[in-house]
Structure formats: C-alpha cells, structure tokens
C-alpha cells in the first residue's frame, strides 16, 4: 500500500547524545522505505550518514508530509509549537520517562512504523492556546502553548493578587503563587502536579488550577475552550510576575499588563497507532490498577 508520507521529518531532543542510536535506526528503516527525509539541525549531527543537511525546527511542517519527534513530552511540544500554523501531523517516540504525548517504544518502532506508514493509525487534534500580554492597549508579547500557560510569581517571597475573568465576566480574585490555564493535554502535566483534573483529550474544555492559593476554597474549575481568559494584577505596588507557554518563559510582566488567553486558531494533528487507549497509556504512566509492595 503507498504511503501518505512521502517526505518526513525528524525532530530529536536537543543536546542528548544519548538519543544517537534510536535516531540512526529511524533514518535507516525511513531510507530503506524510500521515504525522503529532512531532520533538524541538531539531529543531523548525530547521524552516521554526514550527508545529511539539517533544518530549522520552524521549517519542517512547511517541508514534510508527517513529522516524528525522539525524545519526550519535550521534545514533542517543540515539534507541537512549530506546526501550530500548518496541518502536518505528528507522531512521537518515547524516549523520556512519562511521556503521555509519545507512545513508540525505540523496541516497537519498526512495528509500529510500518503499520502508521500505510494509513493504519488513529489520528486527534489537540486545540493549542494563544497568549498575548498587552501593555498600555499594545500587544507587546505573543506566544502559542500545547500544554499550559501559567501566571507564576516571580523572585517575590509575597504572593500575587490575581483578578481572572472569563468572556469580559469576572470569575474571582485570588492571592496565590500563580494559575494555571490548561488545555486537555496540558491536564495530565503540570496541572495535574497542582491538584487539577484530568481532562479527556476529546474535551473541548479548558481547566484553571491555582497554585498554592490562599484561600484553600479557591479550587480548580473547568470552563469551555471557546472564551477569552483575560488575567490581571490587583496589587497596588510594582510585582514581579513570570507567565509561561510550556515552560517558555515571558518574564518582566508589569502590574498594569493583561493576560489574554484563548483558543488558538488551529489545533494540531497527533498520530497513535491503532490501538492507541487513552486510559490504558493513564493506568500505564500513573500506575492506576496496581497493588501496593
């Protein structure tokens, strides 16, 4: 059966030499199937084939029919936030440690590949956020985020006073360390670590977990993922305040910036194989349905 994926990129996790082996096993089995290949600079130092020319992350969607990402959840969110503008889809291999985004094992891949590479997969899209922090009615910062953005406090010991409002409609005031604001995929991630609840990635929700407020009632709530989120400060006296897109960090927000927060325009296309089960990789990477030592 021919492939839907002529041209395929390779993305691998940046500075780990530890990667070289799996990364040079992909390009063999990719070549050997005839497929034309463009991997990302970085990758392309690790490959035993010196012919190989490497390209931006950031040119890759634009380039391939299907990009594969080697490493983590990391890993994958770089390949994610590169494709936020284009319709390529991607696919992950598992070289990480939890990895709820990357569901290859190196021992599966030429398995696996084989299969995806003839059409036979499950195919998702996972919707991204778009933040934009605006200062005096200018939009000064913009950044996408496949996971999360987080308001956090920043080299304070004082906590932040949060005023959130959701469609122009005030939601509350909080003093805490910081919000969290994650898409479905991002609710098994840092949101989860901060008490918030896993959302099921066909969800068209959004969740705001607070981090460590002050009022112990102030609690996660799940809203729908077509509002606009706008976030501000309440304090009176300068703050320092960090916001963050998947760990993309945006520091010196100022007292008087607004945060808004809202559904990008276009989601991602993720690739499992076909048995992928969305509870089963949450009993595998949270160890549910286990017995204690």
Same mark, same amino acid.
């Given at each position: 059966?021919?492939? =839907?994926?002529?041209?395929?990129?390779?993305?691998?996790?940046?500075?780990?030499?530890?990667?070289?082996?799996?990364?040079?096993?992909?390009?063999?089995?990719?070549?050997?199937?005839?497929?034309?290949?463009?991997?990302?600079?970085?990758?392309?130092?690790?490959?035993?084939?010196?012919?190989?020319?490497?390209?931006?992350?950031?040119?890759?969607?634009?380039?391939?029919?299907?990009?594969?990402?080697?490493?983590?959840?990391?890993?994958?969110?770089?390949?994610?936030?590169?494709?936020?503008?284009?319709?390529?889809?991607?696919?992950?291999?598992?070289?990480?440690?939890?990895?709820?985004?990357?569901?290859?094992?190196?021992?599966?891949?030429?398995?696996?590949?084989?299969?995806?590479?003839?059409?036979?997969?499950?195919?998702?899209?996972?919707?991204?956020?778009?933040?934009?922090?605006?200062?005096?009615?200018?939009?000064?910062?913009?950044?996408?985020?496949?996971?999360?953005?987080?308001? +956090?406090?920043?080299?304070?010991?004082?906590?932040?006073?949060?005023?959130?409002?959701?469609?122009?409609?005030?939601?509350?005031?909080?003093?805490?360390?910081?919000?969290?604001?994650?898409?479905?995929?991002?609710?098994?991630?840092?949101?989860?670590?901060?008490?918030?609840?896993?959302?099921?990635?066909?969800?068209?929700?959004?969740?705001?977990? =607070?981090?460590?407020? +002050?009022?112990?009632?102030?609690?996660?709530?799940?809203?729908?993922?077509?509002?606009?989120?706008?976030?501000?400060?309440?304090?009176?006296?300068?703050?320092?305040?960090?916001?963050?897109?998947?760990?993309?960090?945006?520091?010196?927000?100022?007292?008087?910036?607004?945060?808004?927060?809202?559904?990008?325009?276009?989601?991602?296309?993720?690739?499992?194989?076909?048995?992928?089960?969305?509870?089963?990789?949450?009993?595998?990477?949270?160890?549910?349905?286990?017995?204690?030592?």
């Amino acid at each position: 059966m021919p492939t =839907p994926f002529q041209r395929i990129g390779i993305i691998g996790k940046c500075g780990d030499p530890g990667i070289a082996a799996t990364l040079n096993e992909l390009f063999r089995y990719l070549k050997t199937r005839g497929h034309d290949l463009v991997v990302d600079s970085e990758s392309a130092e690790l490959l035993e084939n010196g012919d190989i020319k490497g390209a931006y992350i950031e040119r890759l969607p634009e380039l391939c029919d299907l990009i594969i990402a080697v490493g983590g959840d990391g890993t994958f969110l770089a390949a994610a936030r590169a494709a936020a503008d284009f319709e390529t889809p991607l696919l992950g291999v598992n070289l990480g440690r939890l990895g709820f985004l990357v569901d290859i094992s190196p021992e599966q891949l030429s398995n696996r590949l084989d299969r995806i590479l003839t059409g036979e997969f499950k195919s998702e899209q996972r919707q991204l956020l778009s933040t934009h922090i605006i200062r005096d009615h200018e939009i000064i910062h913009q950044q996408t985020a496949v996971n999360e953005v987080v308001v +956090h406090r920043w080299v304070t010991p004082s906590m932040i006073e949060i005023v959130t409002s959701i469609d122009g409609v005030y939601l509350n005031t909080q003093r805490s360390d910081g919000l969290i604001v994650a898409t479905p995929t991002g609710s098994t991630a840092y949101s989860l670590s901060a008490g918030g609840p896993i959302l099921h990635p066909a969800l068209n929700a959004l969740v705001l977990v =607070p981090l460590n407020p +002050h009022t112990l009632s102030n609690r996660p709530i799940v809203i729908d993922d077509n509002v606009v989120i706008e976030i501000r400060f309440s304090q009176t006296k300068q703050i320092n305040a960090l916001v963050t897109c998947d760990h993309m960090e945006i520091p010196d927000v100022r007292i008087n910036d607004k945060i808004v927060i809202k559904k990008a325009a276009k989601p991602i296309k993720i690739l499992h194989p076909a048995d992928h089960d969305f509870f089963h990789t949450l009993r595998s990477k949270l160890n549910w349905s286990g017995y204690p030592a």
